[in-house]
C-alpha cells in the first residue's frame, strides 16, 4: 500500500477525482465528514468574531464599540452559529468519519442522502448571515428567541432565520436517519449492539434525540411565521394566544439539543482515555445506560429553564426533581472516566489532555448545573451570568474541548500525518489557561447580579468583566493557533504509523487500516477477532 | 501584538484592582432583605458548599490518578474493567445527596410561593423600555426610567456608583408590611427581579404573575431586567426604596393629591371667564411690568400684544412662546413658573383683552393643550 501513502495528498486530501464538482457530488463519507468539520471550522471562526465584538463591547463599563442594537444581534448570532454551526456540523462531521469505520462498515447507509444533509447547511448559514445585510438587521431576539420578541417585535429578518432554521432542522434529520440506518444495518459480524464503540452508541441515541426534537423545533418556527405572516395568534397575547407555549416548545427541543451537542463528546472522551490509559473503559454497559438515561431524562426536564415564567409549585417542584435526576447519570460517566485511568499507565498527548481537562471541567459545569436545578436558588441565578458560565463550561470545556480532543486524536488516521505534538500542546495550555480566565469570572459576576445578554453593565461588574474579555481574546488567538497545526499537520506532517496511539489497534477497527485511511475501506466487513477489547 | 500588550496589562491591572477592593460582594450573592431572601441565600450557600465538596474531591482524586498512574518503564496498566458494587455505591450516594438538597430546596420554595394577598398590591407593567407602578387600592401610578445621562454612557462624562441602576421615579413601599406585587407586560415579555428580595417573576403579556416581600429595615434595593426585551434590554433598571409606614403615607398623599391636580387640568371643563379672571391676575402679576396695564408694551423693546398677529392668530406660537421663552429678548419661559392652569389661563386672558378677541380669531387655551405641549415635548 505504499503508493496510497506516496500519493496521499491527491488521495485523502483532494480524493481521487479533482475539482469542485467531485465536493459537489461526493458520496464518501470521508469527504462529507471533512466537508463538515472544515464547515464547522469555518463558522467557529466566524461564531468566534462575534464573541470578540461581544467581549470588546463589555471590555469596560460604558458604551464601546457597537450599538445596543447591533450587540443584540451579535449575542443571537453568536449563538445560533456555535449551537447549529459549530458543534452539531462537527460532531456529525465525526459521525460521518469515524461511524463508518468503527463498526467496520464500507461508507454511510444512505450516502446520497448524506451529500445532501451536508450542502444545504451552507445554505441555511448563507441565508442566515445575509441578514446582517438586509434592512432592519439580523436577528436580535436571542438564540432562544421568544416570542413575541421574536415575532410581533422582530425585525423583517426573522422570516429568513425562521427559513434557515428550517434547513437546519431538515439538515439534522436526515443525517439522524443515516447514522440509525448505518449503524442498525451495517456493523460488522459479531459486532453486538453491546460491543459497539462508545462513540457509535452515543450517537446511536443522539440521532434518536435529533429526530424526536428537531421536527418540534420546526413546529414552533413554523408557529412563529403563521404568527407574523398568517394572522394566527399562537403566541399572540392580544390575539389570545399564549407566549409561554412558545417558551414550552422551544425547551422541549433545547433541553435534548444541549444533551444533543454533549453524548457525542462522552462517546469521544470515553475513546481518548482509554486510549492513553492502556486500559479497557471502566463500566462499558454503564455508561450506555447512563448516556440512555440521560437521552430519556432530558425529555422531562425542559421547563428548568422557565422555573421564573410563573407556572404553579408542582411543576417547579416536578422540574427540580427530574432534573436534580439527571445528575446522577452524569456523575456515573466522570466516575467512570476515572475509574479508567485509575490503575492505568498514562500518558498525556494532546488528544489525553484536551480529554482529561475534558473530564475536570464539564465537572463544573455539571455541578453548576445541581445549583441551577435547585428552582428557589434559580430565582437568583436565571438569566444572570452564573447561567451563561455554566453552559460554557459544558459547551466550550466541554463539547467543544472533545470535538478539539478528537481532531487530534483522529487527524493522524485521517491524513497520514502526525499534528506537531509540541504545538498541540502549546495550544492545549493556551486554551486551559484562557478558557478558565474567561468562564470562571463568570460565575462571580453572575451571583453579585449581572443579567446576562446586556450591552453595558453597573460598575461593581468591571474588575471581572474586563478578565473575561481578556480571557477571550486569549481564547480566541489560541485556536488561530490550532488552524496552523491542522494546516502545518496535512502539509508538513511527519508519517503516522498505522496504530498511530502505542496499542491503539486493538481498540477500535479504524486504527487497523493505513494511515492515511484509504478512500474506501472495509469494502470486505473485518472480523471482530481482531479486536482484543471487545472480548 | 499592541492590542495584546494593551489587553495583558490591563489583566494585571484587573487583578491587583480586586485584591484592593475584592470584597465577598463582588463575588457571591447578597443575603438580601428580607427572610425569603436569606432562606434563599442559606439554601445556596448549602448547595455550593456541597457542589464544592464534591468538585474538590473529584479534582483531588483526578489529579492523585493522574500523577499516580502516570506511564512508568515496566510497570503494566491493569485490566479490570468493571465493578457492578461500586458503580452501585456510588450511583446511590449520589442519589442520597441529591435528596439532601431536595429537601431544604422543598420546604423553601413552599415558602416563596405563599401567595396570599398582600396589604398593599402593587401592579407592575413592563414596557419597552420601562416599568410603570400602580398602586392598586390607592389607585395611583407612574412609570420609572433610567436617569443615568447618554453622557455618562458615552463615556463622556465620569460613572458614579448607580451608574445604569438608578431612576427618575423609585417605586416606593413601607416596611413592616406584605407587600404583593402583580407583574405583567405590556409589549413583549420583561423579568422584574430584585435581587434584595429574591424576587425574579418574568413579566408576560397577558399573564399576571405574582411576587411578595416582606422589608423590615428602610433602604434603596436596585435590580434591573432579566429577560431580554430589545434594544435597551440592558437599560430600564429596578429602584425599590422601603419606607417607614408614615413616611409611605405622606408618599401616597402626594400621589394622591397630584392625581387631583392632574384630574382638574384634564376632566374639568373650562369656561372662558374662568380663566379671564384667573389670566387677569396672573397677567397683572407676571406681565405688567413690561408689556404695561393696557397691553401696548413699549415697542421696539417690550412688543405690544394689542392687534399683535401671534396674539390674535397663531395659537401654536402663542403657547411655544410662553413655554419657551424667547432667545435674545427679556421674555423668559413661564414653564417653571406658572401652572398648566394659570399659563392657559394668561394666553386665554391676552387673547381676550383689549380688543384682540373681535380683531383676532378669539380661540381660548385650556390647560390640558399645555399639558399636551409638555408631554409631545418630552
Ligand atoms: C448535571 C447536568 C446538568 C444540569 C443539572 C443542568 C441544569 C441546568 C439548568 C437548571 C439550567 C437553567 C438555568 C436557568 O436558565 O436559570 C441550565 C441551563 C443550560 N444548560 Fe444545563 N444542566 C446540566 C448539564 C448541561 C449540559 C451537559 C449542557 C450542554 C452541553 C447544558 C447546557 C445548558 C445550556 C445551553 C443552558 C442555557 C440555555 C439558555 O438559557 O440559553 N447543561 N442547565
Ligand atoms: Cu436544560
Redesign the pocket.
Known amino acids: 500500500m505504499s503508493a496510497v501513502i506516496d500519493s496521499h495528498h491527491d488521495d485523502h486530501h483532494h480524493g481521487p477525482a479533482k475539482g469542485f464538482s467531485r465536493w459537489l457530488y461526493t458520496t464518501n463519507h470521508k469527504d462529507i465528514g471533512s466537508m463538515y468539520l472544515w464547515f464547522s471550522l469555518v463558522m467557529l471562526f466566524i461564531g468566534g468574531a462575534m464573541a470578540m465584538v461581544i467581549r470588546a463591547e463589555l471590555f469596560e463599563p460604558g458604551s464601546q464599540i457597537v450599538s445596543p442594537e447591533f450587540y443584540n444581534q451579535m449575542v443571537t448570532n453568536h449563538?445560533l452559529i456555535m449551537?447549529f454551526g459549530v458543534i452539531m456540523p462537527a460532531f456529525v462531521g465525526f459521525a460521518n468519519w469515524m461511524i463508518p469505520m468503527q463498526i467496520g462498515a464500507p461508507d454511510m447507509a444512505l450516502p446520497r442522502l448524506n451529500n445532501l444533509s451536508f450542502w444545504i447547511l451552507p445554505v441555511a448559514f448563507g441565508i442566515l448571515l445575509s441578514t446582517f445585510f438586509m434592512e432592519g438587521g439580523a436577528p436580535n431576539f436571542?438564540?432562544?428567541f421568544y416570542a413575541p420578541l421574536s415575532t410581533e417585535y422582530a425585525p423583517p429578518t426573522v422570516t429568513f432565520f425562521i427559513f434557515s432554521v428550517h434547513i437546519m432542522g431538515a439538515s439534522s434529520i436526515m443525517g439522524s436517519i443515516n447514522i440509525i440506518t448505518t449503524i442498525l444495518n451495517m456493523r460488522a459480524p459479531g459486532m453486538t449492539l453491546m460491543k459497539m464503540p462508545l462513540f457509535v452508541w452515543s450517537w446511536f441515541i443522539t440521532a434518536y434525540l435529533l429526530i424526536a426534537v428537531m421536527p418540534v423545533l420546526a413546529g414552533a418556527v413554523t408557529m412563529m411565521l403563521m404568527d407574523i405572516h398568517a394572522g394566527t395568534s399562537f403566541f399572540k397575547a392580544g390575539g389570545g394566544g399564549d407566549p409561554v407555549l412558545f417558551q414550552h416548545i422551544f425547551w422541549f427541543f433545547?433541553?435534548p439539543e444541549?444533551?444533543i451537542?454533549?453524548l457525542p463528546?462522552f462517546g469521544i472522551v470515553s475513546h481518548i482515555i482509554e486510549t492513553f490509559s492502556r486500559k479497557p473503559i471502566f463500566g462499558y454497559s454503564s455508561m450506555v445506560y447512563a448516556i440512555a438515561s440521560i437521552a430519556l431524562l432530558s425529555f422531562v426536564?425542559w421547563a428548568?429553564?422557565m422555573?421564573?415564567v410563573g407556572m404553579p409549585i408542582a411543576g417547579e417542584l416536578f422540574f427540580m426533581y427530574s432534573?436534580?435526576l439527571?445528575?446522577i447519570p452524569?456523575?456515573v460517566k466522570v466516575f467512570n472516566w476515572l475509574s479508567t485511568m485509575f490503575k492505568g499507565s498514562l500518558t498525556f498527548e494532546t488528544p489525553m489532555l484536551f480529554a482529561i481537562a475534558f473530564v475536570a471541567l464539564?465537572t463544573i459545569?455539571?455541578?453548576?448545573?445541581?445549583m441551577?436545578?435547585i428552582a428557589p436558588a434559580?430565582f437568583q441565578?436565571?438569566?444572570t451570568y452564573?447561567?451563561?458560565a455554566?453552559?460554557h463550561y459544558?459547551?466550550v470545556p466541554?463539547?467543544l474541548f472533545s470535538l478539539l480532543a478528537a481532531a487530534y486524536y483522529w487527524i493522524p488516521k485521517w491524513t497520514g500525518k502526525m499534528y506537531d505534538e509540541t504545538l498541540g500542546k502549546v495550544h492545549f495550555w493556551m486554551s486551559f489557561i484562557s478558557v478558565n480566565l474567561t468562564f470562571f469570572p463568570m460565575h462571580f459576576v453572575g451571583l453579585a447580579g449581572m443579567p446576562?445578554r446586556i450591552p453595558d453593565y453597573a460598575m461593581q461588574f468591571a474588575d471581572w468583566n474586563m478578565m473575561v474579555s481578556v480571557g477571550a481574546f486569549l481564547f480566541g488567538i489560541s485556536q488561530l493557533l490550532f488552524l496552523f497545526i491542522v494546516l502545518k499537520c496535512i502539509y508538513n506532517g511527519k508519517e503516522a504509523t498505522t496504530e498511530v496511539w502505542e496499542g491503539a489497534k486493538d481498540r477500535g477497527f479504524e486504527w487497523t487500516v493505513d494511515s492515511p485511511a484509504p478512500y474506501h475501506t472495509f469494502s470486505s466487513p473485518p472480523s471482530m477477532e481482531s479486536l482484543k477489547s471487545s472480548s | 501584538m499592541f492590542r495584546a500588550i494593551k489587553y495583558s496589562l490591563s489583566l494585571v491591572a484587573a487583578l491587583t484592582a480586586n485584591v484592593s477592593f475584592g470584597a465577598w460582594d463582588d463575588l457571591n450573592m447578597s443575603p438580601g432583605a428580607t427572610q425569603l431572601s436569606q432562606e434563599i441565600f442559606g439554601l445556596h450557600m448549602t448547595v455550593f458548599y456541597v457542589c464544592l465538596a464534591i468538585g474538590i474531591a473529584v479534582l483531588l482524586a483526578m489529579a492523585f490518578i493522574l500523577f499516580k498512574y502516570r506511564k512508568k518503564e515496566g510497570v503494566k496498566p491493569a485490566d479490570f474493567d468493571d465493578s457492578t458494587a461500586l458503580e452501585l455505591t456510588w450511583t446511590i450516594l449520589f442519589a442520597l445527596i441529591l435528596i439532601v438538597l431536595a429537601v431544604p430546596a422543598t420546604s423553601v420554595m413552599i415558602k416563596a410561593y405563599d401567595d396570599q394577598e398582600g396589604d398593599i398590591n402593587i401592579l407592575i407593567t413592563g414596557h419597552q423600555w420601562k416599568w410603570q407602578y400602580e398602586y392598586i387600592e390607592d389607585e395611583v401610578g407612574f412609570f420609572s426610567n433610567l436617569s443615568t445621562s447618554l453622557d455618562k454612557r458615552n463615556n463622556l462624562a465620569p460613572k458614579d456608583e448607580n451608574y445604569l441602576l438608578e431612576v427618575d421615579e423609585p417605586l416606593v413601599i413601607p416596611t413592616n408590611t406584605r407587600v404583593r406585587f402583580l407583574i405583567t407586560a405590556n409589549d413583549v415579555i420583561h423579568s422584574w427581579w430584585v435581587p434584595d428580595f429574591a424576587i425574579k417573576q418574568d413579566a408576560i403579556p397577558g399573564f399576571v404573575n405574582t411576587g411578595w416581600t416582606y422589608v423590615n429595615e428602610p433602604g434603596v434595593f436596585r435590580g434591573q431586567c432579566t429577560e431580554l426585551c430589545g434594544q435597551y434590554h440592558g437599560y430600564m433598571p429596578i429602584v425599590v426604596k422601603a419606607v417607614s409606614p408614615q413616611e409611605y403615607s405622606t408618599f401616597i398623599k402626594d400621589k394622591k393629591e397630584a392625581k387631583i391636580q392632574q384630574a382638574l387640568l384634564t376632566e374639568k371643563l373650562w369656561s372662558t371667564s374662568e380663566l379671564m379672571e384667573i389670566g387677569e391676575a396672573i397677567y397683572q402679576k407676571n406681565c405688567v411690568a413690561c408689556h404695561q396695564v393696557g397691553g401696548r408694551g413699549i415697542p421696539p423693546v417690550f412688543p405690544s400684544l394689542v392687534g399683535s398677529e401671534i396674539v390674535m392668530r397663531n395659537k401654536a406660537r402663542h403657547i411655544e412662546i410662553l413655554m419657551e421663552g424667547v432667545q435674545g429678548a427679556a421674555m423668559a419661559s413661564y414653564a417653571e413658573q406658572l401652572s398648566e392652569v394659570e399659563i392657559a389661563a394668561v394666553i386665554t386672558y391676552t387673547r381676550q383683552a383689549w380688543g384682540n378677541a373681535e380683531t383676532g380669531d378669539g380661540k381660548i387655551v385650556i390647560p390640558k393643550e399645555i399639558l399636551d405641549y409638555k408631554t409631545n415635548k418630552l
Open positions: 449563538g449551537v436571542g438564540w432562544t433545547g433541553h444541549v444533551y451537542m454533549i463528546a426536564v428548568h429553564h422555573f421564573t432534573t436534580m439527571i445528575a452524569t456523575g464539564f459545569g455539571g455541578l453548576s448545573g445541581i441551577l436545578a434559580d441565578y436565571h438569566d452564573f447561567v451563561v455554566h453552559f459544558v459547551l466541554g463539547a446576562r
